[in-house]
């Protein structure tokens, strides 16, 4: 069975050929424009396979409930020539295909979930840290509600030095505190230029933990995984460890050694959210089976 995937992203779609197993046949990555030249391309790469059905995994926020009135659409977002564009409905009409939507975390979130670094866990939280923050949660099902989650965007105490973030909603939400351009605001350049010993990485740390206990209060999940272009700062997850150790004080019960082996690397690395779409595409051709 073949089936196609999409990454949909900021700053780039990743657009890849595979098979019902999560692998990888072909790819080919198109700069995020606007959407009419992005989707053109897109249909040009997908036009010449013969695919039997297509997952779009998506920045947000998107309308990911078949029910909703402007269901596969793009919604609010700061990337403005995007908003109310109807990318599912505009790439199932073009190739002719079922098509399914979901966030690129949930996706992910999917992906390590049956393939990745939580294959042995009955539930798994993704986040990724990156120029956003996102999370996506898997417990059998994806999670979905009025929308979707939306984890950056939980409020925690100001940063280094009283920072207030940079979130132009929140100021002081995850994301506002710990993305890419978050820490940049607060060391002055960019986190690949910041030394490991440099304090800015404490904060940090202790913030996403801070996070991450949240995270496991309310959704207990069994495993968490970390993505995203700041967890490529390896030294950060040592350090995470000894903060969420610290912050569970003792209430739930992890030991030390737990806390290392339960906030982990994605096992697909960069290439979860890729899978993550190959698995919405045979879930949705699963679905239709049932259904018959």
């Known amino acids: 069975m073949i089936l196609g995937g999409i990454e949909a992203g900021g700053t780039k779609f ?16 198109i700069p995020t424009t606007d959407p009419e030249e992005t989707l053109n391309a897109v249909i040009e790469f997908f036009g010449g396979q013969s695919i039997e059905a297509l997952g779009i995994a998506s920045f947000g926020p998107v309308a990911v409930d078949p029910a909703h009135p402007n269901y596969g659409s ?10 109310d564009t109807p990318i599912l409905h505009i790439l199932q009409e073009a190739l002719g295909c079922p098509a399914v939507i979901d966030t690129d975390v949930n996706a992910a979130a999917l992906a390590e979930a049956k393939k990745g670094n939580a294959w042995d866990a009955k539930s798994c939280l993704y986040l990724t840290i990156g120029t956003g923050v996102g999370g996506g949660f898997y417990n059998g099902e994806l999670l979905h509600g009025r929308l979707h989650p939306e984890m950056g965007h939980i409020l925690l105490p ?3 030095d009283g920072f207030k973030g940079i979130c132009p909603f929140h100021g002081n939400c ?16 960019k986190a690949e230029l910041i030394e490991e010993e440099d304090p800015v990485w404490d904060v940090v740390a ?18 968490i995984i970390l993505g995203g272009g700041v967890m490529h700062q390896c030294h950060l997850f040592p350090r995470i460890h000894r903060a969420f150790y610290r912050l569970i004080n003792g209430y739930l019960p992890f030991t030390e050694d737990q806390v290392k082996h339960h906030i982990v690397y994605p096992g697909l690395g960069d ?11 045979l879930n949705s051709l699963e679905d239709k089976r049932r259904v018959r």
């Open 14 to 29: 990743v657009c890849v050929v595979g098979t019902e197993k999560g692998e990888i046949l072909e790819r080919k990555v």
């Open 74 to 83: 793009i919604l609010k977002t700061p990337k403005l020539a995007w908003a």
């Open 158 to 160: 100001t940063g280094l």
């Open 174 to 189: 995850l994301e506002g505190l710990v993305s890419g351009p978050a820490i940049e605001a607060q060391a002055g350049k």
């Open 206 to 223: 202790e913030t996403i933990a801070m996070g991450l206990v949240n995270f496991q209060m309310i959704l207990s999940p069994e495993r």
């Open 271 to 281: 290439d979860a959210g890729s899978v993550g779409a190959l698995m919405l595409a």
